[in-house]
């Protein structure tokens, strides 16, 4: 039984808490400017319309081949390197790797009209080159995260006269025949893709990020506010929420004529794993691909399910080769004490013994 003392005692501790989140709700409001990101030390060594491939300053190199990063055409690549302790990027760079990033930067409307064709065989082979030139290296690791592996493994299947030694894929879509409820909306009985294209040029960041938010909204719109509110007196909590939810809002455009194809050669039409994918005339097909294969999946993945990603493994010519689960989501691949603890040594062990 609880005593009147002890009430008191609790009465009075969640009052303390109650105005330390206030407190801590006022500081928040009032604290100017965004949160910096994408700190790594890095410089720019390519460029090529609004696309910037990224060296990191390497003090410490021990591994001979160097790693070449691919982002998705759609939200900024910083997801790879949020902040200081919550960085693949940074960790990479601590394990000794030379690490290349290409960021596709912001297309304007004279960019509505390029294609994947554009992207996967002409900026993804000329930014490569440029990752074998300033590394000096033989050959390079390729690791596309999202959308972005489903360019690198085009590019792979594409490029096999370039020496591409390993392939990372994590979170990567191949398979679209069950894409859950993307599959419903994108339906071409009920969605006029050409005429959203036509009409859009440019499809607006809002619009990508509303149709990811409504496949779970309760979680997406609710979610991570209340997470901040019962947690406001936490530091570091708050300087976690604050970063994810900053690059959560800071959406690009899609260039409409990729925007195009994505949804119809992949969501309708789900033409790589059947192999009746072209781009600029050339086949893509997956057993091109030789280089060692770590495929990453997440568990709780809703934006990319693990069905669209493990089929892959079965599809390419590599003979060393892995599927790999992690207890994640979508973004918790990458970012969070949870990937740089349990994920990304795992990633490290694999990569080392290959480089």
């Known amino acids: 039984m609880i005593t009147p003392a002890e009430s008191i005692e609790a009465f009075r501790q969640e009052l303390e808490r109650s105005y330390k989140?206030?407190?801590?709700?006022?500081?928040?409001a009032l604290k100017p400017g965004s949160p910096q990101v994408g700190r790594t030390p890095k410089e720019t060594v390519w460029t090529k319309n609004k696309a910037k491939l990224y060296r990191y300053h390497q003090p410490n190199q021990r591994h001979a081949t160097p790693l070449f990063l691919v982002y998705a055409l759609i939200n900024r690549p910083y997801i790879l390197d949020l902040t200081p302790g919550n960085s693949l990027v940074e960790f990479l760079v601590e394990q000794g790797y030379d690490v290349f990033l290409l960021d596709w930067g912001t297309p304007g409307e004279e960019d509505a009209h390029l294609r994947l064709d554009d992207y996967v065989m002409d900026y993804l082979p000329r930014a490569a080159k440029q990752v074998l030139k300033h590394s000096g290296a033989a050959e390079f690791s390729l690791l596309g995260y999202c959308q972005g592996g489903t360019l690198s493994t085009m590019f792979a299947a594409t490029h096999p006269e370039l020496p591409i030694k390993n392939l990372i894929l994590l979170t990567t879509p191949v398979d679209f025949a069950?894409?859950?409820?993307?599959?419903?909306?994108?339906?071409?009985?009920h969605f006029d893709v050409d005429r959203v294209a036509d009409v859009l040029g440019l499809v607006p960041a809002g619009m990508l990020d509303l149709g990811a938010k409504l496949l779970?909204?309760?979680q997406n719109y609710y979610g991570p506010t209340m997470a901040l509110l019962d947690r406001l007196d936490d530091e570091t909590f708050v300087a976690g929420w604050q970063v994810m939810d900053h690059w959560v809002a800071d959406g690009i455009p899609f260039p409409g004529e990729s925007y195009r194809q994505w949804i119809k050669e992949?969501?309708?039409g789900n033409k790589l794993v059947k192999g009746e994918m072209k781009?600029?005339?050339?086949?893509?097909k997956l057993e091109?691909?030789?280089?060692?294969?770590?495929?990453?999946?997440?568990?709780?993945?809703?934006?990319?399910q693990p069905s669209q990603a493990m089929?892959?493994?079965?599809?390419?010519?590599?003979l060393d080769k892995q599927t790999m689960s992690v207890k994640a989501g979508h973004v918790g691949v990458v970012a969070g004490r949870a990937a740089r603890k349990n994920f990304f040594p795992k990633l490290d062990a694999w990569i080392a013994a290959r480089s």
């Open 21 to 28: 989140r206030t407190e801590a709700a006022f500081k928040l």
């Open 178 to 189: 069950d894409a859950g409820l993307y599959t419903n909306w994108l339906n071409p009985k």
């Open 216 to 218: 779970k909204p309760m």
């Open 266 to 268: 992949f969501y309708q």
């Open 279 to 284: 781009l600029a005339g050339k086949p893509v």
């Open 288 to 304: 091109n691909i030789k280089a060692n294969l770590l495929n990453v999946y997440a568990e709780l993945d809703h934006i990319v």
């Open 311 to 318: 089929p892959l493994a079965d599809k390419v010519g590599s």
